[in-house]
Every structure is written in structure tokens, then in C-alpha cells.
């Protein structure tokens, strides 16, 4: 796993205004060589972080930073909110901030753990897709909630009222084209925006946790994002490349999510699908779907009132399909 050193850490917070300073500047900073910032920032490079050095000027970020902070982050949230937290942690840099949650479960962690990281190195997708996190950038965030009754069947269509929580948060920062695409993909403008990812444990009608991850893309340099394979925008993109606040953001989607988590075990998806439906892109579209090996065409009808996608056959029948086992492309 890339590691950023303490070092690196405090040379980022200087640079982080996207203004040049000075090497002796940096030295003094840090109580090292020149020679030995130039080789710190060029190990930079390696978390997707690009800067410049000019003679005369010193040394510069690409694009200015807003690294995250939990007093900010909290500050946008209610006190019933904040008393729902159990631990909020940002780190650097994870693997995966659902993997952490995951295994944290399984050590008996409390419910509402929050984790952020400025970094993923091993960030999980759909299908296993890996999703690309270049440091400081965009926003990735999870958080492990305890259901205590129901079961796991008391989770169904959770990732479509994430999804609308989601929504909720993006279109109060004016992105009001930004919509769903089933079961669990943020899209905006036909591209994708981001993603929901729900790992799910425990017992059939007992106890069970849920990790919600989120991953949303708030800039994609275009040399971090050549791999990926999918149509993408980014928040920055949509603003026509305006910076937006970031710890703003991720506090309103805490927000948001949390409004979801602290009642859903009472609402459960009834009290999410009319307003998912608002958000649906792909309605009336034609669509491939893939179950394992196969694959069914047809029109895409939305959901029904369980949260399954009702897609209508050639032949003109029309079929429910369970969120969690398909996942499609528009053809």
C-alpha cells in the first residue's frame, strides 16, 4: 500500500493554497535538504498528485487542495446526527475505506463508524471493477450501520435510498441534473458520477451490518482516469471547472446519509421509491441485462414498488430483476 509520510503530509498542507513556495521555505518547514523536498514531492507523483517547479518561484500544486477535516465535516451535521456517530476517521490513504469498515464489523465495531479517506489504493466497484482515487480529489466514504431486527431481508433496496440521499445532497449544491441509474450508480448529463457499494453480514432474520460505501468524483485528473472503461464526469467538470467545497460536501452527504440510516429500519424502501423515481435516468431506455453469463434486452420500465428493476422483453412481457444480483449497461 502507498504510504504518505509525515513529511509529505506537511509539504501538502503548505501547498495546499495552490500557491508557489520557496525550497528554503519547505526546508526550513520540514528541517531537511532542498534536495530532499524536490524528493519528497516527486513521491508525490505516485498518490496522482502532479506540481510544478519553477525557478525563482519554487514549487506548486497542479490545483489547489481542500484536504478533509472533521470539525468541518461535522459542522454540517444536527446534533442527533453527530450523537449517531460512533467514530469518524479520516485517513490518508486505505485500500479500501469498505474493506476497513468490513473487517472493523467483524471485530465488533459500534454502529456509525464513519471512515474517509483521501486515498484509495484498492477502491471497489461494481462487479469488482476497481475505482480510480487519486489523493485529496474526490470523496470516499463509509460507514458501518447495525440493524437490530429483520435480518438481512431488512436491508433490501437500501442502496436505492442511499442513492436517493445521495441525490438529495448533490442537487443542494445546484447539480440539478445529477439523477440514479439502477441499482447504485450516480450519473449526471449520461455519464457516471459516481457509486453506492452495500456489503451486507449477519444473520438471516436476526442482527446484521451494513457497510455503505460511496465513492463520487469531485475531479478525475484526465491522466488518472485513461483506464477507466465507462462514460465519467466529475463535480469539477460539471462547474466548468470551478472548485467546489469539499469538506462542504462531504459533510452534506453525511448529512444526507444519516437522515436515511437513522430510520430506514422503521420506513424500509417504501418511503424512498417515489421520490427514487424522480431521480431514475434510465427509464424508457434500451438496456442489456446481465445475470452471471446472461444477458436479456430490453426497455428499461423503472422499479416496482419493492425496489426491483422492471425491465419490458421484445416480446413485450415485463420482468422484475432483484437489486444486488444484475447490474446493466444502456445499449
Avoid at 458501518?144 to 429483520?150: H, I, K, P, S, V
Avoid at 463535480?235 to 459533510?251: I, Q, S, V, W
Wanted: hydrophobic letters at 40%; one cysteine or more; glycine letters at 10%.
Amino acid at each position: 500500500m502507498v504510504l504518505i509520510s509525515d513529511k509529505q503530509k506537511k509539504i501538502l498542507k503548505l501547498l495546499a493554497d495552490g500557491e508557489f513556495h520557496s525550497g528554503t521555505e519547505l526546508a526550513e518547514l520540514l528541517g531537511v535538504s532542498r534536495s530532499a523536498i524536490c524528493k519528497q514531492l516527486n513521491g508525490l507523483s505516485v498518490l496522482g498528485l502532479q506540481h510544478a517547479a519553477v525557478s525563482g518561484k519554487g514549487y506548486r500544486l497542479d490545483r489547489p487542495l481542500e484536504l478533509l477535516d472533521n470539525t468541518q465535516i461535522n459542522a454540517e451535521l444536527t446534533p442527533a446526527q453527530q450523537a449517531a456517530i460512533s467514530v469518524l476517521e479520516i485517513h490518508d490513504t486505505l485500500p479500501s475505506t469498505n474493506t476497513y469498515l468490513v473487517e472493523a464489523s467483524q471485530q465488533g465495531a459500534l454502529s456509525g463508524f464513519v471512515c474517509f479517506a483521501e486515498h484509495q489504493t484498492a477502491g471497489k466497484g461494481r462487479r469488482g471493477r476497481q475505482w480510480v482515487s487519486p489523493y485529496g480529489s474526490n470523496l470516499y466514504l463509509s460507514i458501518l450501520w447495525r440493524f437490530q431486527q429483520g435480518g438481512m431481508a431488512s436491508t433490501a433496496g437500501l442502496s436505492l435510498a442511499i442513492g436517493v440521499a445521495v441525490i438529495r445532497a448533490l442537487r443542494a449544491q445546484g447539480f440539478s441534473e445529477a439523477g440514479l441509474k439502477w441499482p447504485n450508480d450516480i450519473y449526471c448529463q449520461g455519464k457516471k458520477l459516481g457509486g453506492i457499494l452495500i456489503e451486507v453480514s449477519g444473520e438471516s432474520d436476526g442482527p446484521c451490518a451494513a457497510v455503505i460505501g460511496l465513492g463520487l468524483n469531485l475531479f478525475l485528473p484526465e491522466t488518472q482516469a485513461h483506464a477507466i472503461t465507462q462514460a465519467w464526469t466529475d463535480l469539477t467538470k460539471l462547474l466548468g471547472g470551478k472548485a467546489l467545497p469539499r469538506n462542504e460536501l462531504a459533510g452534506q452527504l453525511l448529512k444526507q446519509l444519516l437522515t436515511v440510516l437513522m430510520t430506514y429500519e422503521t420506513t424500509g424502501i417504501a418511503a424512498y421509491i417515489e421520490e427514487w423515481r424522480q431521480y431514475d435516468c434510465l427509464k424508457d431506455q434500451s438496456a442489456t441485462l446481465y445475470i452471471g453469463q446472461q444477458q436479456i434486452q430490453g426497455t428499461v420500465m423503472g422499479i416496482d414498488q419493492q425496489g426491483l428493476l422492471l425491465l419490458k422483453k421484445r416480446e413485450g412481457t415485463i420482468q422484475a430483476y432483484a437489486s444486488g444480483e444484475v447490474s446493466f449497461s444502456a445499449s
